[in-house]
């Protein structure tokens, strides 16, 4: 799916992470994962206060910390989306989808989006399968898919 293509911000060092609700650096990535919470609110109707973003995760048997970009919940509070982030000069791969599957064994998620601010993909767990799709559903479908 493209949503409109993620625009460079000013030079500024650092932008308010509406999720955090405090001021982060703007690095590339950050840049990113700003722009795609707007798409996430305004273009898929996805509640500002069912997202959290940089969510800690431990993995493993020493536990390693994790973290996810965007988490997006379900009106119950349950993990509804995983969402990962790249720069926008780093290509999507199957390597970045292993790395939100990795998430998804603590999380639980059923949808998983890839965005690198040119490109978006979508993948939905159906049973033990990881399907692709064209397009993101909105906020209210994703919640009963």
Not at 55 to 62: N, R, S, T
Request: hydrophobic fraction near 35%.
């Amino acid at each position: 799916m493209f949503f409109k293509k993620n625009k460079v911000l000013s030079h500024s060092k650092s932008i308010f992470d509406p999720l955090r609700k405090r001021e982060v650096p703007l690095t590339r990535e950050e840049n990113v994962r700003q722009w795609f919470i707007g798409v996430l609110n305004k273009e898929l109707g996805v509640p500002m206060h069912l997202m959290m973003s940089e969510v800690e995760i431990e993995y493993g048997q020493a536990p390693k910390k994790f973290r996810a970009d965007i988490v997006v919940y379900d009106r119950d509070g349950k993990v509804l989306a995983i969402v990962e982030c790249k720069r926008p000069d780093v290509k999507l791969s199957g390597v970045t989808l292993e790395q939100a599957l990795r998430y998804d064994m603590v999380l639980d998620a059923r949808h998983y989006l890839l965005t690198n601010g040119n490109e978006t993909y979508y993948y939905r767990r159906e049973g033990d399968t990881i399907r692709s799709f064209n397009c993101v559903p909105r906020y209210d479908e994703l919640c009963q898919l």
